[in-house]
């Protein structure tokens, strides 16, 4: 019988503790991890401002383009408004009803006329591009 050396036992050994003691970590239930917290599930009310000012200066320049291109316009500045405040962004991901819960307590008018101009019954609708 071949004759193992100590350095080759000594390896052997570790990387049997070493296994053992990444399965300890696995049990009935996995590996514990921190919760994940929660997605935001508000915009603040700067965002809204800004969000109800932006609609009220494009909503003319969406009423000339007709409804198709005016959804497309309205995708576009969604995107915009998201990227440059990544919380509202995270809000309107998780759930595509704020923008039209918020929009239609701090500025009804505008949203209404913006709703009109993109011929949807919902500015939820309007986000399905997004």
């Not at 100590?6 to 991890?33: D, I, M, N, W």
């Not at 198709?68 to 962004?89: E, H, K, N, P, S």
Request: glycine content about 10%.
């Amino acid at each position: 019988m071949a004759r193992i050396s100590p350095h080759r036992r000594a390896k052997v050994a570790v990387v049997v503790a070493v296994a053992a003691l990444g399965l300890t970590g696995c049990g009935r239930g996995g590996y514990q991890t921190e919760p994940v917290p929660a997605p935001p599930t508000t915009i603040s009310p700067a965002a809204v401002g800004e969000l109800c000012s932006i609609f009220n200066t494009q909503k003319g320049t969406w009423k000339a383009l007709g409804p198709q291109v005016a959804q497309v316009a309205f995708t576009g500045v969604m995107r915009l408004w998201t990227i440059q405040d990544t919380v509202a962004g995270a809000a309107v991901a998780y759930n595509r009803n704020i923008v039209d819960t918020a929009t239609s307590r701090a500025c009804p008018r505008v949203r209404t006329a913006v709703l009109g101009v993109l011929d949807v019954a919902s500015l939820r609708v309007a986000l399905n591009g997004f």
